[in-house]
């Protein structure tokens, strides 16, 4: 399975052509909802799949993103990111500090900015580290560079935005 073969969208409403689709069922805790908030169509050669998502609490939605890196989904929606491994369904759901930013993907890593810090995924899914707070209302990724990621945290709105540079390795910031 390859990435370049899989597509994946979001959708606010089902189409009749996904409901006997093969569903995932997505949320933080357990909500016990009957009807999805949003949903995730994954289509990989004609192989459906739908994951449903739930939100339980009230969170702020400025973002949001749907990626294929290898054989793993990429859902980034409200305060979360959920992680779905197409070929054996196993899931990590990962809990920001505020809202979600980006994804960064590269040749051996997956970065994700929320609205505070990054988070360093495995090939799994799982959480490989969670850097400290680099900003308070925003961050942004300018380069991944050897084992440095450089870029930016807003600290101050709308305009004061101030540089980090952290370790790809530990997420560790390279100052002293």
Do not use: N
Not at 10 to 32: K, Q
Not at 126 to 149: A, E, M, N, P
């Amino acid at each position: 399975m390859t990435a370049a073969m899989i597509s994946a969208r979001f959708a606010d409403t089902l189409d009749p052509a996904w409901s006997g689709a093969e569903s995932i069922r997505l949320e933080r805790r357990a909500c016990g909802g009957t009807k999805a908030d949003r949903y995730v169509l994954v289509d990989d050669c004609g192989r459906k799949l739908r994951c449903d998502i739930f939100v339980v609490d009230p969170e702020a939605f400025p973002f949001e993103d749907v990626r294929v890196w290898q054989s793993l989904l990429l859902i980034g929606y409200g305060s979360t990111v959920y992680c779905v491994e197409l070929e054996t369904r196993e899931m990590h759901i990962h809990e920001l500090g505020s809202y979600f930013g980006s994804f960064h993907i590269g040749d051996g890593h997956c970065l994700v900015a929320s609205g505070e810090e990054i988070l360093r995924l495995g090939r799994d899914g799982s959480k490989i580290w969670q850097s400290d707070i680099i900003g308070v209302d925003g961050v942004i990724f300018g380069d991944v560079d050897g084992d440095r990621i450089s870029g930016e945290g807003q600290w101050d709105a709308p305009d004061v935005w101030l540089p980090f540079s952290i370790s790809l390795a530990s997420g560790r910031s390279s100052q002293t």
